[in-house]
Antibody, heavy 121, light 111 residues
Framework: QVQLQQSGPGLVQPSQTLSLTCAIS??????????WNWIRQSPSRGLEWLGRTYYRSKWYNDYAASVKSRISINPDTSKNQFSLHLKSVTPEDTALYYC????????????WGQGTLVTVS | DIQMTQSPSSLSAFVGDRVTITCQAS??????LNWYQQRPGKAPNLLISGASNLETGVPSRFSGTGSGTFFTLTISSLQPEDSATYFC?????????????FGQGTKLEIK
């Protein structure tokens, strides 16, 4: 059974960098079959896919256009985890952040972390 | 990005009622549509993929139909544990070049 455990601060100051980590058990961040995603949820923006990292003989990243200039998602194979870094945050980045693994063939999201409420203030 | 619009935004129904939620896409997405259930304080849970395919373990009272731009999620006989928010999500336009996008959600309450 795949489990995702999130960690990171719940409060970030404006203009600083939001950093969260998602530790994986029951699967590998280096899997050739799945991608590892970050999704956030807020009353104003709803559910918003932010980006993903995945390995297909080499590492790839895809990011949402809305955050592309500020985001990086990085795998850590030694710890079997991946991280989100969102720089230059504003109060509009206040949200519940989830990590998630996609389904086979990448059509949806099958496993989710517990969520981390991040407040920018 | 493809915009997904759900209606209603909220509804209230009795146990045993038949409930229908709709989702409209801003362009043709064929059958590339998923439905999720999110209970309070929990992450979303994938219920239906490809517009009509129930995920393993999902009760048969849930069903999904539609293609193109109009989709429905139906609960044939509402149960107390179905109180949740429901989201649609398209996977027709995916990264790179596109993005997974979600509807704004429909909050379902039991009377």
């Amino acid at each position: 059974q795949v489990q995702l455990q999130q960690s990171g601060p719940g409060l970030v100051q404006p203009s600083q960098t939001l950093s969260l980590t998602c530790a994986i058990s029951g699967d590998s961040v280096s899997s050739n079959s799945f991608a590892w995603n970050w999704i956030r949820q807020s009353p104003s923006r709803g559910l918003e896919w932010l980006g993903r990292t995945y390995y297909r003989s080499k590492w790839y990243n895809d990011y949402a256009a809305s955050v592309k200039s500020r985001i990086s998602i990085n795998p850590d194979t030694s710890k079997n985890q991946f991280s989100l870094h969102l720089k230059s945050v504003t109060p509009e980045d206040t949200a519940l952040y989830y990590c998630a693994r996609d389904t086979r063939l990448g059509y949806g999201f099958q496993y989710w972390g517990q969520g981390t409420l991040v407040t920018v203030s | 990005d493809i915009q997904m619009t759900q209606s209603p935004s909220s509804l209230s129904a009795f146990v045993g009622d038949r409930v229908t939620i709709t989702c409209q896409a801003s362009q043709d997405i064929r059958s590339y549509l998923n439905w999720y259930q999110q209970r309070p304080g929990k992450a979303p849970n994938l219920l239906i993929s490809g517009a009509s395919n129930l995920e393993t373990g999902v009760p048969s009272r849930f069903s999904g139909t539609g293609s193109g731009t109009f989709f429905t999620l139906t609960i044939s006989s509402l149960q107390p544990e179905d109180s949740a928010t429901y989201f649609c999500q398209q996977f027709h336009s995916l990264p790179p070049g596109g993005a997974y996008t979600f509807g704004q959600g429909t909050k379902l309450e039991i009377k």
